[in-house]
């Protein structure tokens, strides 16, 4: 299974992008694969400011359904309008077009505290 190296990442399965003072994040080709066909995807609005480690959102697959949880503390930016039409997205492109939110950087809290790829590895392996 996948796991970019220039990617950031939390024990909860999220993925993070750092670039030009800001986070893209969505969650782990391990994670969509636990969960299976992803059939629906609930995000924060623009502007909302989030807490590390507290849900900001939820994903319904054919499985089960799952809260996201913020990778740092940060205020929301963006959102990917086009999960709403397309949450498969999420399983065809986890660590592309199926990103979820943008964070802001600006005093961000928690980066430091996110796993490298190799320490991401070895949560995926032991569960």
Do not use: C
């Amino acid at each position: 299974m996948s796991i970019p190296a220039d990617l950031k990442y939390t024990a909860e399965h999220e993925w993070v992008r750092l670039e030009d003072g800001r986070a893209v994040v969505g969650i782990t080709a391990f994670a969509q694969n636990q969960l299976g066909d992803v059939v629906y995807v609930e995000l924060p609005a623009v502007g909302s400011r989030l807490k590390a480690g507290s849900a900001f959102g939820v994903v319904e697959s054919v499985k089960a359904v799952s809260d996201l949880f913020s990778p740092i503390s940060a205020e929301v930016l963006e959102v990917n309008e086009r999960l709403n039409d397309e949450p498969e997205l999420v399983n065809d492109e986890p660590y592309g077009e199926g990103w979820m939110v943008v964070l802001s950087l600006d005093g961000a809290e928690g980066v430091e505290a996110l796993l490298d790829a190799e320490a991401y590895a070895q949560i995926t392996a032991e569960g």
